[in-house]
């Protein structure tokens, strides 16, 4: 490493060279780094809503009803030209009306007058139900809302990914316009210079437009992945630019020259980082086995964030260094932090009662697993026009939910039991197919085509199903079951269902098996990479165990205040937030080790906290500031989840290495010293 080390020093120039072309390169290819903003897209494929979705597109040409369009004040005739404006659009596939259902020149009082309220107010307003194509739901929601007029409202599928779309194209700039400042005010805690902090903030800047950039030759990314691959990259691995700043303080104070100062830090804190940036890395990498693809989405574009940081800090950071040496040197200033001696005195003498922490890690651990969750992107912004839209949609017409059924074509006997027992179902209002809209005993031969398509396909009966549940929930769910129970017994093995509920029910079912394995995974390689480090059989059990118990009473507190959660959430920050915190337990361990050999065990813990508390506070509070901005920024309630339970995860990992780790240590100080390899203690006693 020292050659490496001495060949970073002497070629300076050069690598400022080629990474400042990378990054401008980089930077234009974050430009067209396709992002997917459809959720449903990232459902394994072999889920049974995904392959229905497929078959649709096989054999029908439009999709079933993903917006719903109510345009207010029209007559009758005023309606059906409102229906041909909306059918116009380009990317309108069908829309769905009361002229599909009555003769329009009948009057509307001898109509049912449940079919006539699902699509007409009291008042002259209408209601459209619409299939539209969702490959540019912006533009397409933006004219169906000009339709519709201010007065109007437009909700369904279409408004979640338009939503998704906006808020992450607007707020990605603004989350970072404000991390960029905050982190750097926050880094002035642990720097000596004034100058310090711009160079480890333009470092992992860097790293981030490297990571983002090379996002191009990934198929595409997530809508939440480009929402919070940058902040977190930014937040997780700042702490391994200041590992080398500090250690070439060391060797300055030491009387070391500057240039040789600089060789002698990129060797020593290259291990440091190195086991730093593994755990992360291994902790995002354990999201890549989930069946539910996001996680693949998001670990993969996180740990290669992390691999780029640890390229930056070790190669361009050194360079960046050395060609800013005099103006670091210039703008030197005092350390802006106290001592924290004081405080390692009082968490040694106290460190036996925190262990008494550890009593609520039992109860945090059963209350994180009892949370009410949600699978979805979650709520609306509240006060947001596509909030007001939607209350006011579903308070004047009900939920009306579509699914789609899919039978084999042909038997129509069959599908006309089927289609009576679903019309018998509880919560469904409405059952629409080839038999109730033309009549089992018409041939579909005499029909023309273009009114069948939407019903038949040469191998399939579609029937689209209107449901009065939310799109998610035990009664969504409870519902889908009892469809599929009821299909099956008609048609074993042969139907297909699909529709926003069904899909959340089949993501519910791959993410919830998925916690198990990325869990036990990410825990697995954490634990291996700090036995390889350590070369301790114990140390890894404690580190794990006082990062877990963390996460434990992080992800417990949403159910003790009666919040529920967004399960994709939930599943994320348990491996990022051991990826990203176990870092801190790393540092103090290996300062409490090195400390040992030479002092008492509760000299020694005094010592670590004195020295590594500081350290600690500058990540913790970058992290914990990065989950705020998310929180606050952030439109699309699945990542201001994320960025809440983060930013408080930050900070209780932080609490827990300071003031309950120690407590395992002084425990099992003997234990450690006979499991871990070539580690001798002093035997003073206080």
Same mark, same amino acid.
């Given at each position: 490493m020292h050659k490496v080390a001495e060949f970073i020093v002497g070629h300076s120039k050069l690598l400022l060279v080629v990474f400042g072309a990378l990054t401008a390169v980089c930077g234009l290819l974050t430009l067209l780094v396709p992002i997917n903003f459809n959720l449903a897209d990232y459902v394994p494929d072999d889920s049974p809503s995904t392959v229905a979705m497929n078959v649709i597109a096989e054999e029908f040409d439009d999709s079933?009803?993903?917006?719903? %369009?109510?345009?207010?004040?029209?007559?009758?005739?005023?309606?059906?030209?409102?229906?041909?404006?909306?059918?116009?659009?380009?990317?309108?596939?069908? %829309?769905? &009306?009361?002229?599909?259902?009555?003769?329009?020149? @009948?009057?509307l009082e001898l109509a049912d007058p449940d079919l006539v309220s699902g699509f007409l107010t009291a008042d002259g307003g209408a209601l459209f139900q619409v299939s539209v194509d969702l490959a540019d739901t912006t533009t397409t929601l933006a004219e169906l809302q000009q339709i519709a007029t201010p007065d109007g409202a437009v909700e369904g599928q279409l408004v979640d990914l338009a939503l998704a779309q906006v808020s992450t194209s607007t707020e990605v700039n603004t989350i970072m316009l404000f991390m960029i400042p905050l982190g750097l005010l926050l880094l002035t805690l642990s720097t000596l210079s004034w100058l310090e902090p711009l160079i480890l903030a333009g470092t992992i800047g860097v790293a981030i437009a490297l990571n983002m950039g090379t996002n191009v030759f990934l198929d595409e990314i997530s809508f939440i992945t480009a929402a919070v691959a940058g902040v977190l990259q930014f937040a997780v691995s700042m702490d391994y630019g200041?590992?080398? #700043?500090?250690?070439?303080?060391?060797? #300055?104070?030491?009387?070391?020259?500057?240039?040789?100062?600089?060789?002698?830090?990129? @060797?020593?804190?290259?291990?440091? /980082?190195?086991?730093?940036?593994?755990?992360?890395?291994?902790? +995002?990498?354990?999201?890549?086995?989930?069946? +539910?693809?996001?996680g693949p989405d998001l670990g993969v574009v996180l740990a290669k964030g992390v691999g780029f940081s640890l390229l930056c800090v070790i190669f361009f950071m050194p360079a960046l260094m050395l060609v800013l040496d005099r103006a670091v040197e210039a703008t030197s200033h005092r350390s802006l932090l106290p001592s924290f001696r004081p405080l390692g005195r009082a968490v040694s003498r106290s460190a036996y009662w925190l262990l008494l922490i550890g009593l609520l890690l039992p109860v945090a651990f059963v209350a994180q697993g009892m949370n009410d969750f949600r699978y979805g992107t979650g709520a609306y912004p509240i006060g947001s026009r596509e909030d007001a839209d939607r209350d006011f949609i579903q308070a004047e017409f009900g939920r009306a939910l579509p699914m789609a059924l899919l039978v084999p074509r042909g038997q129509w006997g069959a599908e006309h039991q089927l289609e009576t027992e679903l019309a018998g179902l509880d919560r469904v209002v409405a059952v629409a197919s080839y038999q109730t809209q033309v009549g089992r005993l018409l041939p579909a031969e005499v029909l023309p085509q273009d009114q069948l398509s939407s019903l038949l396909s040469e191998n399939y009966s579609r029937i689209v199903l209107t449901v009065d549940t939310a799109k998610e929930g035990d009664e969504a769910f409870a519902l889908v079951e009892q469809v599929r129970q009821v299909a099956q017994e008609h048609y074993p093995d042969s139907y297909h269902l699909t529709g926003e509920s069904v899909v959340l029910y089949d993501m519910r079912t791959s993410i919830t098996a998925d916690n198990i394995v990325v869990?036990? =995974?990410?825990?697995?390689? @954490? &634990?291996?990479?700090?036995?390889?480090?350590?070369?301790?059989l114990l140390i890894p059990f404690l580190l794990v165990l006082t990062i877990e118990g963390a996460i434990w009473l992080n992800l417990a507190v949403p159910y003790f205040s009666g919040n529920y959660m967004v399960y994709i959430g939930y599943l994320i920050i348990s491996t990022v937030q051991l990826g990203a915190t176990v870092d801190y337990g790393i540092l103090f361990t290996q300062h409490y080790l090195g400390n040992r050999?030479?002092?008492?065990?509760?000299?020694?813990?005094?010592?670590?906290?004195?020295?590594?508390?500081?350290?600690? =506070?500058?990540?913790?509070? /970058?992290?914990?500031?990065?989950?705020?901005?998310?929180? *606050? %920024?952030?439109?699309?309630? %699945?990542?201001?989840?994320? $960025?809440?339970? =983060?930013?408080? $995860?930050?900070?209780?990992?932080?609490?827990?290495?300071?003031?309950? *780790?120690?407590?395992?240590?002084?425990? +099992?100080?003997?234990?450690?010293?006979?499991?871990? &390899?070539?580690?001798?203690?002093?035997?003073?006693?206080?």
């Open positions: 079933i009803p993903n917006a719903r %369009v109510y345009v207010p004040d029209l007559t009758l005739a005023e309606a059906v030209a409102t229906r041909q404006q909306i059918e116009a659009l380009p990317t309108v596939e069908s %829309v769905l &009306w009361l002229d599909d259902f009555l003769d329009l020149k @009948v009057p200041i590992f080398m #700043l500090h250690a070439r303080k060391r060797y #300055l104070t030491a009387g070391v020259d500057r240039r040789e100062s600089l060789v002698l830090a990129i @060797v020593e804190s290259s291990t440091a /980082i190195l086991v730093s940036s593994a755990t992360t890395i291994f902790g +995002f990498l354990a999201l890549v086995f989930m069946s +539910f693809q996001l869990n036990g =995974l990410a825990i697995a390689t @954490v &634990w291996l990479v700090l036995l390889v480090s350590f070369r301790s050999g030479t002092m008492s065990k509760r000299e020694s813990i005094t010592k670590t906290v004195g020295e590594t508390f500081g350290t600690l =506070l500058t990540p913790a509070l /970058i992290l914990a500031s990065a989950g705020l901005i998310l929180n *606050l %920024v952030s439109s699309l309630e %699945v990542v201001s989840q994320l $960025g809440a339970v =983060l930013g408080r $995860g930050a900070l209780i990992s932080f609490v827990m290495v300071n003031l309950f *780790l120690p407590g395992l240590l002084l425990v +099992f100080d003997r234990a450690i010293e006979k499991t871990t &390899w070539k580690v001798r203690f002093t035997r003073s006693e206080q």
